[in-house]
């Protein structure tokens, strides 16, 4: 059965970085990222499959890097130079492709907050 755990959401200043991980267990060969904001649709950031590859929105990137560890069934999000419209919940997510978009989500984490301020 596959399951997700997020961990290392917390509150920074803007500008500042902060360091997501989520654990997997059970085979899942792409892993996302996914932020909802109060009130907004949550929406994709980043996804890497097995293979390493990486896909990212236009939104993060440059500013946010995914990254897996097979060994340790862990995916990380890396986020610099954060801003406050980046507080929202962020969810890790088991999908059945590489894609960003939420419809091909099987399996959801719990999420954890994080808290941008200005």
């Known amino acids: 059965q596959r399951q997700l755990k997020e961990s290392g959401g917390g509150s920074v200043e803007a500008g500042g970085s902060l360091t997501l991980s989520c654990v997997a267990s059970g085979y899942i060969p792409f892993i996302g990222w996914f932020l909802q904001a109060p009130g907004k649709e949550r929406e994709g950031l980043a996804v890497i499959g097995l293979d390493g590859v990486t896909h990212y929105a236009n939104s993060v990137r440059g500013r946010f890097s995914i990254s897996r560890d097979n060994t340790k069934s862990t995916v990380t999000l890396q986020m610099n130079n954060l801003r406050p419209e980046d507080s929202a919940m962020y969810y890790c997510?088991?999908?059945?492709?590489?894609?960003?978009?939420?419809?091909?989500?099987?399996?959801w984490g719990q999420g954890t907050q994080v808290t941008v301020s200005s």
């Open positions: 997510a088991s999908l059945v492709t590489r894609t960003l978009d939420k419809k091909f989500v099987n399996v």
